[in-house]
């Protein structure tokens, strides 16, 4: 079972348009993380948000933890192609003696110059 | 350099012959993990580590061994691969598995892909 829904799973948009990126589940996380991946290379973590409505924001990017921890989204704000590639949202839950992550399906981004 | 290498990147083989993917990491990480990646199915863990000599199995566990004996060090052992393991790979480290500053920040190898005919 896939704990964790991410929508779109594909993305094609034009160079200065905005996006969104869902991130949603029935679970609670303690913590949530976004990666991306580009061809070749395995995720580079992005952020992590704890707190319930707890909002980041990383340059044009913004991250939100939703207020019962059980969603997130990424905002990019007047995209560049430097932004393609594979977006990873990631759940941090407690598994006994040590948390584990549970990874989303993953939303690929392709910004058109 | 900070990293984790994973070897080798790319690997062909046949059903039943045993494999390892070796992962080492240069950071003095505790905690060490192997996923695979597949698509639609997104990363899934297969086993992961605390410390040395301690292990434990993730979510898609069985066909895989691992071992961890010194902790730089966490080889990903296929001792009867099958085709349905053809995947990527990924290794992984950080210092802990708290959300602690800092400390949950994974770092990922490059990848292994493998291919199992």
């Known amino acids: 079972t896939q704990l964790l829904e991410q929508s779109p799973q594909f993305l094609s948009i034009q160079e200065g348009e905005n996006l969104t990126v869902y991130c949603n589940s029935s679970?609670?996380?303690?913590?949530l993380q976004w990666y991306r991946q580009e061809p070749g290379e395995g995720p580079v973590l992005l952020v992590t948000v704890v707190t319930g409505g707890e909002v980041k924001k990383l340059k044009r990017l913004t991250f939100q933890f939703g207020d019962a921890r059980k969603d997130s989204s990424l905002h990019i704000t007047a995209a560049q192609p430097g932004d393609t590639g594979l977006y990873l949202c990631a759940g941090e839950r407690y598994g006994g003696a040590t948390n584990k992550l549970i990874f989303g399906t993953g939303t690929l981004l392709a910004v058109q110059p | 350099e900070a990293q984790v290498t994973q070897n080798p990147r790319y690997l062909i083989t046949v059903t039943g012959k045993k494999l390892t993917v070796t992962c080492s990491q240069n950071?003095?990480?505790?905690?060490m993990s192997w996923y695979r990646q597949d698509p639609g199915l997104g990363l899934r863990q297969i086993y992961y580590?605390?410390?040395?000599?301690?292990?434990d199995k993730g979510d898609v566990p069985e066909g895989y061994k691992v071992s961890r004996k010194e902790k730089r060090n966490f080889p990903l052992i296929l001792e009867s691969p099958s085709p349905n393991q053809t995947s990527l790979y990924f290794c992984?480290?950080?210092?802990?598995?708290?959300?602690?500053?800092?400390?949950?920040?994974?770092?990922f190898g490059p990848g292994t892909r493998l291919l199992v005919l």
């Open positions: 679970s609670v996380f303690s913590s």
């Open positions: 950071m003095n990480h505790e905690y």
């Open positions: 992984a480290s950080s210092l802990g598995t708290l959300p602690e500053l800092g400390k949950e920040t994974q770092y």
């Open positions: 580590s605390m410390n040395v000599e301690v292990t």
